[in-house]
């Protein structure tokens, strides 16, 4: 019987170190609820869910490779236009944004740091700080030389930033919202804006952008919410100031994702705190009270305008004629300007399908080759679709900042699609032309320093996203 007993208990003990041994490790419980997928046309699915440390936590850790890559593709970026090293930007990340951040966004600022980390990375939160300001450092670094004359001159870097429209009422084929963007920038970082985040966060409403990876907010802005609200936005051209006791754009841009159910909500948290960094003009779209706006952000002058049948176009082109005089540089009278070129094609466009609208039209206006200063289709920076590295006028003659190259990618939804949480997306142009770094570099050698960064961007076509 003791044999018996002895061998009974060696056998149980050898079961249980088999079981112990097939056993998984167990799953990091900040993971919960969240998801990547393998990229679809270009875009790459990330699905966040939790307080604002998990969500951060999720986003770094799912995406700390491609965090890596855009760093530095930013500290590139910034450094070559700037003059300013990323340890300048990291060291004002903590002490001018930080204080003014609140908590449930530092919370998951640090909270991707966090995840970062626990996928064998390197960066750490003043990183994920200084990636999350990358548009508005411009602002910020052009009023600290004036400060600081002995400091490198960082080159005026508030250029041409995306098209976009919102409409509805008589102008749209079912009386409802349409609207659409398209983001204009380096095909160096461009090329990496591809990620479709779908937020469910603790607090607030659930969201869906497209975005970069190890960014809070959309940063070229195009989102929607589970509360009807649809915002994206066109940045002003020229524009210069910037508070620093004010509160970043990023946070701003962010929360009134995640915390918007009226226009009035929008425009409240933007202008609470409004630093001037990275100006724009945001287009509002409230699907379920069909009601569109248009809240142009200058720092001394903030315009809402609202309207129920119409519409509202972007194209870098200030709107308010005191904001265009005190804050910017921009020359409203010179129509071969991008803007106001662009400006005159969207009005074009709005009024020759009045009534026919949808979001077929919309794909079609981001495609827009049609120069209204010539009358003819030649793609270039005065052009719907942005093909700046195609301008006869050379880059010489229209300083494009960060490399920009055109519009980079597109995004569009109509009140139906809102209503479900999705949005049409394209990666690449519009047109469906593709970007080869070859031709593109023999053309251009003057954006050789982008290089090994620089990758080919294949245009893929328009796409189905949905929340999940």
């Not at 300001?133 to 870097?157: I, N, Q």
Request: proline share 4%.
């Amino acid at each position: 019987m003791a044999r018996t007993a002895l061998l009974l208990s060696v056998a149980v003990s050898l079961s249980l170190v088999g079981v112990s041994a097939a056993t998984p490790p167990a799953v990091d419980a900040r993971l919960t609820g969240s998801e990547r997928r393998p990229p679809q046309q270009g875009w790459t699915y990330v699905r966040l869910e939790g307080t604002p440390a998990q969500i951060g936590y999720q986003h770094g850790y799912l995406l700390a490779p491609e965090i890596a890559d855009t760093e530095r593709v930013i500290a590139l970026q910034l450094n070559h236009d700037t003059k300013k090293d990323w340890a300048f930007f990291r060291t004002a990340s903590r002490d001018v944004l930080w204080p003014h951040i609140e908590q449930e966004y530092r919370d998951e600022l640090q909270g991707i740091a966090d995840g970062i980390k626990a996928k064998g990375g390197t960066l750490d939160l003043w990183d994920v700080v200084a990636m999350n300001a990358y548009l508005e450092w411009s602002y910020f670094t052009e009023a600290y030389d004036k400060l600081h004359p002995s400091t490198s001159a960082s080159k005026s870097l508030h250029g041409d930033h995306c098209s976009a429209f919102v409409a509805t009422g008589s102008y749209t084929k079912d009386g409802k919202i349409v609207i659409a963007h398209n983001n204009w920038t380096g095909y160096i970082d461009g090329e990496r804006w591809t990620i479709a985040f779908d937020v469910h966060p603790a607090h607030g409403h659930h969201f869906l952008m497209d975005g970069l990876p190890g960014l809070i907010h959309s940063a070229d802005d195009f989102g929607l919410n589970d509360a009807g609200i649809v915002i994206t936005e066109t940045t002003i051209t020229g524009f210069a100031g910037f508070d620093v006791n004010g509160i970043p754009e990023f946070v701003r841009a962010r929360k009134a994702m995640q915390y918007s159910a009226s226009i009035d909500d929008v425009a409240r948290i933007f202008k609470e705190g409004n630093n001037g960094g990275y100006a724009n003009d945001w287009l509002i779209a409230d699907t379920r009270k069909n009601e569109i706006a248009s809240l142009e952000l200058g720092l001394k002058h903030v315009t809402l305008e609202r309207k129920t049948d119409g519409y509202f176009v972007g194209s870098n082109y200030p709107i308010n004629p005191q904001l265009a005089a005190e804050e910017t540089s921009f020359n409203p009278h010179d129509m071969g300007l991008s803007a106001n070129a662009r400006h005159k094609r969207w009005t074009q466009l709005m009024e020759e399908n009045k009534g026919k609208i949808d979001l077929e039209r919309a794909h079609a206006f981001l495609a827009d080759h049609v120069d209204s200063t010539s009358g003819k289709a030649e793609p270039s920076e005065r052009t719907l679709c942005g093909h700046i590295d195609a301008s006869p006028r050379g880059s010489g003659s229209w300083q494009p900042p960060f490399g920009i190259a055109g519009a980079v990618q597109n995004k569009a939804t109509d009140a139906a699609l809102a209503a479900k949480m999705t949005f049409t997306a394209a990666a690449g142009h519009a047109c469906g032309q593709d970007f080869i770094v070859a031709d593109h570099l023999k053309a251009h050698p003057e954006f050789g320093w982008e290089l090994p960064l620089l990758h080919d961007m294949k245009a893929q076509g328009w796409t189905t996203i949905a929340a999940h």
